[in-house]
C-alpha cells in the first residue's frame, strides 16, 4: 500500500481518520496498493456547513483502474462542533430513508428511479465525521451554473426537478405504506432542525439569518414593502418555525431545494436527467415546502407567473404516475386541490427563504461565503455584478408578493402567531 499524496491536497484535509477512511474505500473495491489525489469538490467557501473533497483512487498495479468518491467531513474545521447535528441528520437520511429509497425503486425500471447518490461509508462519532459517496461527476453529471451566471433555467430544467422531486416525496408515502411502524419512529426523528432554538443558539445560524434578512430588506425600492418586512422580522424565527412544521399532508422532504443541491446529466446540450444532494436539512412536512424553495431561489416571477399553472401540473403528474407504479392512487393520499392549496399557502415562505437564502444563489463562484461576509456595508460602497443582480431578484419577489397579496398574508400570519 501507498499513501501518495498529492502536493495539491488542500489542508483541511489533513487528518488521519479520513485518509483511514480512503484506505478503506481502497480495500472495498480490492485495490491494497493505491495513490490518490485530492481536490475541492466546489469552490472553497460554497458549502457553509462542511468541507466536500473529490478523490480519485488509483491502483498502482493497474493503471486504467481508479475509482472517484465525495468526502464530506466537519474534521478540522471551526464549525466542527457547531453543526454536528446536521452531519448526524445526513447520514440518518443515506442510512434510514436513502437506502430504503433504492430499496423501494429496485422494482421499477431503470428509467423511471430517481437518481440517488450512493453511500459507501459513514461515520458520527465525534472528532471523526465523514461522509464518504459515490462520485457522480465521473458518471457524467455536472453542477448547473445558469444561476450564479446570471442566467435563467430553461423552463425543461424546473420540470425536470419537478419530476424528480414529486417521485422522491411519492417515495416517502411508499415507504411510509410497506413500514408503518419505521416510518413512524422516523418521521419523528426528521422535525426540522435549522429553525429550532436549541440548534440556533448552539450554530449561531440565528444571526446568520437575520443578517441576511436584514441586509436584503435595505436593497428594496419598495420603502412600504420594507417596513412590512421590518415588522414581520420580529417574529422570523417563528414564521420560519411555522410554515416548516408538519400539516394535514406531509412526507420527508430534502429541506434544503435549490440549484446547487443538484446535479444534472446532459446529452446532447439537452438536460436529460438529474440527481439529488446534501440531505443535512431533511425534514418531515408538507411537500410544498420543497416547491416553493426551489422554484422562488431558482426562478423569476416572470417564469412563475407564467408557467405556475404548468409547472405544478407537471409536478402533480409526476406524483401520481410514480404512486400508480406501485398501485396507489394519488387521490387516496393527497389530491391535486389540496395540493395546490397547499403551494398557494406556502408562498410566504418562499419570501422569507429568498430574503435569507438569495445572497448565497447570487454570489459568484470563487466569492468565499461565511458569517462574517453576508453584510451589506461590507460591498454597497463598491456594488458589484452580484450585489445589483441580488437587488433585482429581490425587487422582482418583493414587487411580486405586493402584487398577488403573498405580503400582506404573511403579515396577517404573524399577527396569529403568540
Known amino acids: ?37 485530492v481536490e475541492f469538490a466546489c469552490g472553497k467557501g460554497e458549502n457553509f456547513i462542511a468541507n466536500v473533497f473529490r ?54 425500471d431503470v428509467t423511471n428511479r430517481i437518481v440517488l447518490p450512493g453511500c459507501i461509508l459513514s461515520d458520527m462519532k465525534r472528532g471523526n465525521e465523514v461522509l464518504i459517496l459515490e462520485d457522480l461527476v465521473s458518471k457524467g453529471y455536472e453542477y448547473e451554473t445558469k444561476v450564479n451566471k446570471l442566467k435563467n433555467l430553461e423552463y ?35 422535525k426540522d432542525v435549522l429553525y429550532q432554538e436549541t440548534f440556533l443558539d448552539k450554530s449561531k445560524l440565528r444571526n446568520y439569518y437575520t443578517n441576511c434578512y436584514e441586509d436584503s430588506i435595505q436593497l428594496l425600492d419598495d420603502l412600504e414593502a420594507r417596513t412590512k418586512l421590518q415588522y414581520v422580522e420580529t417574529k422570523l424565527m417563528q414564521l420560519l418555525r411555522y410554515y416548516t412544521s408538519p400539516r394535514t399532508f406531509n412526507v420527508l422532504c430534502h429541506g434544503d431545494c435549490w440549484i446547487n443541491n443538484f446535479l444534472f446529466k446532459q446529452k446532447d446540450n439537452i438536460t436529460t436527467d438529474l440527481c439529488f444532494l446534501d440531505f443535512q436539512a431533511m425534514r418531515y412536512s408538507n411537500p410544498a415546502t420543497d416547491l416553493v424553495y426551489f ?18 401540473s407537471v409536478y402533480y403528474e409526476s406524483f401520481t404516475t410514480f404512486l400508480k407504479l406501485y398501485d396507489i392512487d394519488s387521490n387516496s393520499v393527497y389530491t391535486k386541490d389540496s395540493f395546490e392549496v397547499d403551494v398557494q399557502e406556502m408562498l410566504p415562505f418562499g419570501v422569507l427563504i429568498t430574503l435569507i437564502e438569495l445572497r448565497i444563489v447570487t454570489t459568484f463562484e470563487d466569492k468565499e461565503i461565511s458569517e462574517s461576509t453576508l453584510h451589506l456595508d461590507q460591498c454597497i460602497s463598491n456594488e458589484s455584478n452580484e450585489e445589483m443582480l441580488l437587488k433585482i431578484r429581490l425587487d422582482d419577489v418583493v414587487k411580486e408578493s405586493v402584487l398577488n397579496g403573498t405580503l400582506d398574508r404573511l403579515c396577517e400570519q404573524m399577527k396569529l402567531l403568540n
Not at 478523490?55 to 468526502?71: A, F, G, N, P, Q
Not at 408515502?173 to 408503518?180: A, M, S
Not at 412563475?304 to 409547472?311: A, F, H, Q, S, T
Open 295 to 312: 422554484l422562488f431561489l431558482s426562478t423569476d416571477s416572470t417564469f412563475r407567473c407564467k408557467y405556475m399553472k404548468d409547472i405544478l
Open 156 to 190: 425543461e430544467q424546473v420540470c425536470l426537478v419537478l419530476r424528480n422531486l414529486a417521485k422522491f416525496h411519492a417515495l416517502s408515502i411508499v415507504f411510509e405504506l410497506n413500514d408503518k411502524e419505521n416510518f413512524i419512529k422516523l418521521k419523528c426523528e426528521f
Open 1 to 37: 500500500m501507498s499513501l501518495d499524496v498529492n502536493i495539491s491536497e488542500p489542508d483541511e484535509f489533513n487528518c488521519t481518520e479520513l485518509h483511514s477512511c480512503i484506505e478503506n474505500v481502497a480495500k472495498l473495491n480490492n485495490i491494497n496498493d493505491f495513490t490518490y489525489h
Open 55 to 108: 478523490v480519485e483512487i488509483k491502483d498502482t498495479l493497474d493503471c486504467d483502474r481508479k475509482i472517484s468518491v465525495i468526502i464530506k467531513t466537519l474534521v478540522n474545521t471551526t464549525r466542527q462542533e457547531l453543526f454536528r447535528q446536521l452531519h448526524k441528520r445526513e447520514v440518518k437520511a443515506y442510512e434510514e430513508v436513502l437506502s430504503k429509497f433504492e430499496i423501494l425503486q429496485s422494482k421499477l
